[in-house]
Nanobody, 114 residues
Framework: QVQLVESGGGLVQPGGSLRLSCAAS????????MGWYRQAPGEQRTLVAG???????NYANSMKGRFTISRDNAKNTVYLQMNSLKPEDTAVYYC????????WGQGTQVTVSS
């Protein structure tokens, strides 16, 4: 079992920045992939950024150059640094972990609005 606790969402103006955090606990040695997804109202949940256990990252095209995913192994935490935020980035952001099974965080709301 892996437990995930997310934090860092909120309201930010266009052009602003936020950093999301997702702390993992439990059977973390089995984790092979950590990532962030997002879901806007009426839309499907889609991948924002992912990070494999060997350090390989991948990003959705619209996030490249603006978002950065990273991991602090000592804290078992994955981060999503979001810069140059746009209103269309407004969504609920979910942490995702693939270990023996797949796990989702509870979601954190990000709202980009003036």
């Amino acid at each position: 079992q892996v437990q995930l606790v997310e934090s860092g969402g909120g309201l930010v103006q266009p052009g602003g920045s936020l950093r999301l955090s997702c702390a993992a606990s439990g059977s973390i040695s089995t984790i092979s992939f950590m990532g962030w997804y997002r879901q806007a109202p009426g839309e499907q949940r889609t991948l924002v950024a992912g990070l494999t256990s060997d350090g390989t990252t991948n990003y959705a095209n619209s996030m490249k150059g603006r978002f950065t995913i990273s991991r602090d192994n000592a804290k078992n935490t994955v981060y999503l640094q979001m810069n140059s935020l746009k209103p269309e980035d407004t969504a609920v952001y979910y942490c995702y972990v693939r270990a023996t099974f797949s796990y989702w965080g509870q979601g954190t709301q990000v709202t980009v609005s003036s």
